[in-house]
């Protein structure tokens, strides 16, 4: 526990200006993002004794190691400020609430020569028309399913669109009257964008004159004796109405609003958002939180809104809160810039739309007693499992931090690592790493278990070495390793970024380092662990065969009951690694099996790859093309141009192509195959070997 004393500034080196603020713990790791109209006041109210502090303020605060902080301009810089670094750090001392996934819209894009119906989520783009969000995708596709029959917009991919026009033969949707086939010229252009229109104004509100001229058309056709016209026009109106049904009508006047509530207790909060538009409930979205920062109702207000709208949502012109943030100015105008005019952010004090508030209120009251039903039952679990494991393995507290390695490979070939990483007994996805075995090639999986052990273990060192805390000898071995690739971004050559406070791949080291195997594999990483000098690092291997705990330098296993907690959380860490390492091996094998002639062309990108396939049209022309034919396409310069033709002339044709939806032999058109197409198997397919 640190002494906020030894690290607090200097008296005056604060300045009064407005900025955000940011506290580090000791292995340099952002644990809280704060903002401030002054910083001077803000900061020097964490320096007073720590009696006078909130108890989680209290924690945060002994915690960290050191505080620095960012000036900048007005109070709306600072918000944004916060904000990108809250997403960029992941302080855990501020608020994040869970659930944080994109909410599917209904989207039509006008930008296009013939607009097009789809589920769409994530940032809005220019040109395309947005309803929603929604709760679900099915909702979407009930909605439009029912308007098809009066609007039959596109809902096809460009791919489906573009082979229709090239056979002359509509999808199914245009057989049975759901899509008016602009693709083989059954209305033009502009007669299914007037379509289209008619389905956004319908979806914005404008019903009812639209229900009372299908209403008189079906009156005129039933004078004119004209019956089945009419009995159209009937099932049309009423699957208009239904889709009407859908969403209940709550505030009168078409308005569009986001209505936010919260409920809380002195450890939680929860916030339920409904989405109104064109005076309908739209979608309906919800969050769960830890109050790990001393903040009230305001303040939860204020980070619901930064992560809702600061993601990319659309902003609506009415924001509806049961309390405004303090100061509320700059998150009026910040919420003003994203929207591009002025946003009404306002607690409601009467009418429907206070009714409807007290609905969405009722929703977060009983979203946080749910949740904490859940979670009692899923914390006494959690907690359970890991005391079990501390005291089977005889550790001296539960580990928090597990690790867990697994080897995956197909008979010696693409052999690959991975690392999964369980934090308080939840897997935490963003901490996962995955490995390419390097230092030898074929099959060893003890080898390689010792190599990813050695390698993961090696840049921690470096990194702890990087923060000052302590030195690691110089020698060729502790240079840094090519950076494993993340599941979620893509490999670096330098390993990572040093730019101070974000987040390094390998600073911090587990209380368990979990093996997937028994006694060899055991030994392999006690042995690298040795050989780096790591000796508070608990080890162990879980067998597959027996389920048996193995550990280092023991004949005999530990063997949990097959009924306790702590076997089936191993169970779920190994399974979990062994789940990404086949993935990744599945990948490696794929691209391996599908690479083309010109993948290994030095200096030869995608980009200019299909620039060349798409000029010569098949790799056949390709092949038989001159320096000077080459040169013809853009972006092909003269020396890349030689190096390609060399390449071309010194390969033997690959094995021919396969159509593995139809079974058929492609022979050189494969670059242009509608299907997908792979090289013909050369050996027969084999197990995988985890």
């Known amino acids: ?20 603020y940011r506290f580090r713990d000791a292995h340099g790791r952002v644990i809280y993002v704060g903002k401030a109209k002054s910083l001077r006041p803000r900061l020097s109210s964490y320096f007073q004794d720590l009696a006078g502090l909130h108890p989680r303020t209290a924690t945060m605060v002994t915690t960290a190691a050191s505080v620095e902080w ?13 904000y990108s670094w809250i997403k960029e750090f992941d302080p855990r001392f501020n608020v994040k609430y869970r659930d944080d996934k994109s909410y599917p819209e209904l989207a039509v894009t006008l930008d296009e020569e013939y607009p097009r119906v789809q589920v769409m989520r994530g940032a809005h783009k ?4 947005y309803f929603g969000p929604y709760g679900h995708a099915w909702a979407i596709r009930e909605t439009v399913d029912l308007l098809l029959r009066v609007f039959p917009v596109r809902t096809c991919s460009n791919g489906v669109f573009k082979r229709a026009r090239q056979v002359g033969r509509p999808c199914l949707l245009g057989y049975i009257g759901k899509c008016a086939a602009p693709c083989v010229g059954r209305v033009t252009a502009d007669e299914h964008r007037a379509l289209a229109e008619d389905f956004c104004d319908f979806m914005a509100g404008r019903t009812g004159n639209y229900l009372r001229r299908l209403e008189d058309q079906m009156q005129e056709a039933a004078a004119e004796l004209e019956y089945e016209k009419a009995a159209r026009l009937r099932d049309d109106i009423g699957a208009l109405k239904r889709a009407m049904e859908k969403n209940a009508v709550v505030l009168a006047d078409a308005t569009d609003a986001d209505l936010l509530a919260v409920a809380e207790d002195e450890l939680e909060a929860a916030v339920q958002i409904f989405h109104v538009r064109g005076g309908r409930v739209r979608g309906q979205r919800g969050w769960v939180t830890d109050k790990v920062e001393d903040v009230d109702t305001a303040g939860l207000v204020e980070h619901a809104l930064q992560q809702l709208y600061g993601g990319g949502e659309s902003v609506p012109r009415e924001v509806l809160v049961p309390a405004l943030p303090d100061p509320v100015e700059p998150v009026r105008e910040w919420l003003g810039g994203l929207r591009g005019s002025q946003v009404d952010l306002r607690i409601p004090q009467r009418g429907d739309k206070k009714d409807l508030m007290a609905t969405v209120q009722r929703n977060a009251q009983q979203a946080l007693a749910l949740h904490k039903t859940k979670r009692a039952s899923d914390l006494t679990t959690r907690s359970r499992a890991l005391q079990e494991i501390a005291d089977a393995l005889e550790l001296d507290s539960v580990p928090l931090r597990i690790e867990c390695y ?18 308080d007994g939840l897997a935490r996805k963003s901490e996962y790493r995955r490995f390419q075995i390097k230092g030898f090639e074929g099959q060893d ?6 190599e990813v052990i050695g390698r993961r273990f090696r840049r921690y060192l470096q990194e702890r070495e990087q923060t000052g805390e302590w030195a690691v000898p110089e020698s060729e071995d502790d240079q840094p390793e090519e950076g494993p690739r993340t599941e979620e971004g893509p490999r670096t050559e330098d390993g990572p970024r040093t730019e101070e406070g974000r987040p390094r791949r ?18 392999a990483a006690k042995r690298a662990l040795d050989e780096l000098g790591i000796d508070d690092v608990a080890l162990c291997g879980l067998a597959k065969r027996l389920e048996e705990v193995w550990l280092p330098g023991e004949d005999d296993p530990v063997v949990l009951p097959r009924s306790s907690e702590g076997l089936y959380l191993l169970q779920r860490v190994r399974d979990e690694a062994h789940r990404f390492a086949i993935s990744y091996q599945r990948n490696k094998r794929s691209k391996r099996l599908t690479a083309g002639e010109l993948d290994s062309v030095p200096g030869l990108g995608e980009t200019r790859r299909r620039a060349l396939l798409k000029h010569f049209g098949s790799l056949k022309k390709l092949r038989a093309a001159t320096v000077d034919e080459l040169c013809e396409v853009p972006g092909i310069g003269r020396r890349t141009a030689q190096t390609v033709a060399e390449a071309l002339s010194s390969r ?37 070997t985890p």
């Open 1 to 20: 526990m640190a002494d906020p004393s030894t690290y607090r500034p200097a008296p005056g080196a604060i300045p009064t200006s407005p900025g955000v």
């Open 70 to 82: 960012t000036v900048v301009g007005t109070e709306v810089e600072a918000l944004q400020l916060e």
């Open 126 to 129: 220019k040109g395309v028309r």
């Open 406 to 423: 697994d080897i995956s490979h197909l008979q010696g070939e693409d052999v690959v690592a991975s690392m999964v990483v369980f934090e």
């Open 445 to 450: 999986d003890v080898r390689s278990m010792h």
């Open 506 to 523: 390998f600073a911090y080291p587990p209380q368990l380092l979990v093996v997937d195997g028994g006694q060899p594999q055991v030994a």
């Open 652 to 688: 033997t044709p690959a094995a021919p192509a396969v159509n593995t939806a139809t079974g058929e032999i492609i022979e050189d058109g494969a670059e242009q195959a509608a299907e997908p197409v792979t090289a013909a198997p050369q050996t027969a397919p084999s197990q995988e």
